[in-house]
């Protein structure tokens, strides 16, 4: 679809039915479907078509979620997305598409569904993102770099199936978190993880985790206040800096 | 006009007979608490409807409908064993015991099944009708529309795009006048609902006497050519429930007794077709009495089957959330 801001019309169709169909009938019928949306905010694009919602589909079981953040990344999902029978959302940054970046020719190129990715090493702390967050976390890494702190950033890649285990095992090495989103604060890809580490990294926690993300407020007009209330490396910096 | 035979006529009898009990006999284990929860959608009065309908398909042409869907699984062919089991939520259920009353479906049968959310099934219909004019085959599919779905944001943008793409389908609105507990005409400015055709720019089908299964099988089967060739049409067939809404629509009788009651005496569906058949055969009333009596040892055997079948498992709660 043009944005995903018009998959509100379609929720039924993609909830009720898409995500549910496999299940429901008990494995009679399979829905080999990937929805592609363009999603994020845009040039004052206004309160209606500024939404990152992908959160509320990953919500759902029946349903796979794909974020990708770079070109690359995209490729291999996209492919790995068609050979696959689940219904899938596939939602690609806006900001994201004017950004180049090296793809394979390799038609075959396909990364595995659920599998988060590692995009820069480090051990001091985690960025946790996914789509443009990984964007603004890899920045922020590299300033970070040069007062000595190593961020390490986790790129899930995928909200559904979402990759705990990358999480966990960046975690009990840096013992800090910082989860970065494009997406609104409230019940939310950060709440999420944040809730998984303490459940499973108690013992290794040396901090609260934090989390960065859109401003609770819908997003307007105006550019001045627009870019106030969206996540930036600044925000990312200020975070790591309260717990480090 | 198709002129259907003798063992046409009494099959087209013998499943009206199936649906009348089998819907019937839910009704009675609804009460006994051995089905339970808070929906189920019985088919009574509209057996006509269904049956006259799916008589003009092919094994190979697919069906889909609403939550109504029981009699249109048994209408297209589905052994009443697995749906009484899914009316339990018995393993042995069509669905596993996964779905329920509101989702009976058999791939097999090309019954894409009972859905829950009222229109939600229409683009799924025009989906499906899609897929047989893209793989380049001649199947048609027949979508069932309560008349208050005809009113829903889906019914619009399915039955325009049938239309645009021209799509092997019949809608059959079955329209018994009453939404729920409201009438067409409190919800809706033309009655007439077959006369929304035009202004989709696809055949218009007509009203049909719901309840006279000949004249629904003449119809449909004029509609399936149709669709079959050249793309959809659109159906209104005038028909009544004798229940209301679903199990928790406790007022429906009481509401619209003098009219419920007018219907079930002058123009109940399976009566009507035994004075047809009586008029036409002599001394068939044995043979009608013959498969009654077969139709109620189905139910019973039905019902026997579901109540043996174990429930579902932890490991059925999990199967099949995604394809592995």
């Known amino acids: 679809m043009m944005t995903i801001n018009f998959a509100f019309l379609a929720l039924d169709a993609i909830i009720n039915h898409a995500a549910k169909i496999h299940y429901m009938f008990d494995g009679q019928f399979t ?13 004052q694009a206004t309160a209606t078509h500024s939404h990152t919602p992908e959160p509320i589909f990953a919500h759902f079981p029946g349903l796979y979620v ?74 922020a890494a590299k300033e970070l770099a040069k007062d000595g702190v190593e961020a390490e950033v986790v790129d899930l890649r995928w909200l559904r199936p979402l990759d705990l285990d990358l999480v966990f095992e960046s975690f009990k090495k840096t013992n800090r978190a910082v989860i970065v989103e494009e997406s609104l604060p409230m019940y939310s890809f950060g709440s999420e993880i944040a809730a998984q580490i303490q459940d499973h990294c108690f013992d290794y926690m040396d901090a609260p985790i934090k989390r960065v993300s859109a401003m609770d407020v819908p997003l307007p007009f105006a550019r001045e206040i627009e870019l106030m209330a969206l996540p930036n490396v600044q925000k990312v910096l200020d975070a790591v800096e309260e717990i480090l | 006009m198709a002129n259907p035979n003798k063992e046409t006529l009494l099959e087209w009898y013998r499943q009206m007979v199936l649906i009348r009990l ?3 006999r839910c009704d ?160 809706t400015a033309q009655p007439l609902l077959h006369l929304r055709a035009e202004g989709y720019g696809i055949k218009d089908g007509g009203r049909i006497d719901g309840q006279d299964v000949m004249a629904v099988h003449d119809a449909v089967s004029d509609a399936v050519a149709y669709a079959r060739k050249n793309g959809p049409v659109l159906i209104e067939s005038l028909t009544y429930r004798y229940k209301g809404h679903g199990v928790s629509d406790k ?25 047809v058949l009586e008029g036409k055969y002599k001394n068939i009333g044995p043979e009608l009495k013959r498969i009654h009596d077969a139709c109620a040892q189905a139910v019973d055997e039905s019902v026997e089957f579901a109540l043996n079948s174990p429930e579902p498992t932890y490991d059925d709660l999990i199967r099949n959330v995604y394809v592995d």
């Not at chain 1, 050979?83 to 994201?96: C, Q, W």
């Open chain 1, 66 to 139: 794909a974020c990708p953040a770079t070109p690359s990344d995209a490729y291999g999902m996209l492919k790995a997305s068609i050979r696959n029978d689940n219904p899938i959302l596939f939602t690609e940054s806006i900001a994201l598409y004017p950004k180049p970046g090296p793809v394979t020719e390799d038609p075959d190129f396909v990364l595995p569904i659920g599998k988060g990715d590692i995009k820069r090493e480090g051990k001091h702390v985690t960025l946790i993102s996914y789509a443009r967050g990984v964007e603004w976390s890899l920045a």
């Open chain 2, 28 to 187: 009675e284990l609804y009460q006994e608490k051995k089905i339970t929860g808070v929906y189920m959608h019985l088919y009574s009065g509209h057996e006509a409807t269904g049956v006259g309908a799916l008589a003009a398909l092919r094994p190979d042409d697919n069906v889909i409908t609403a939550y109504r869907d029981h009699g249109i699984a048994l209408a297209k062919g589905v052994h009443p064993n697995p749906i009484m089991a899914e009316m339990m939520g018995r393993k042995d259920g069509v669905s596993g015991g996964k779905g329920g009353s509101m989702h009976i479906a058999s791939k097999e049968h090309r019954m894409w099944g009972g859905y829950a959310i009222v229109g939600g099934h229409l683009p799924l219909a025009a989906g499906i009708a899609f897929a047989s004019k893209y793989k380049d085959t001649d199947e048609v599919t027949i979508c069932f529309i309560g008349d208050g779905a005809s009113n829903n944001g889906y019914f619009h943008e399915a039955v325009n795009i049938s239309g645009a793409w021209k799509l092997p389908i019949v809608w059959i609105i079955e329209n018994n006048l009453v939404a729920m507990g409201t009438r067409v005409e409190d919800s």
């Open chain 1, 31 to 43: 829905v080999p479907l990937v929805i592609r949306a363009a999603s994020g905010w845009g040039n």
């Open chain 2, 251 to 275: 007022s429906y009788d009481k509401r619209f007794a003098d009219e419920l009651e007018e219907w079930k005496q002058n123009r109940d569906p399976i009566t009507l077709f035994e004075r």
């Open chain 2, 22 to 24: 089998f819907e019937t």
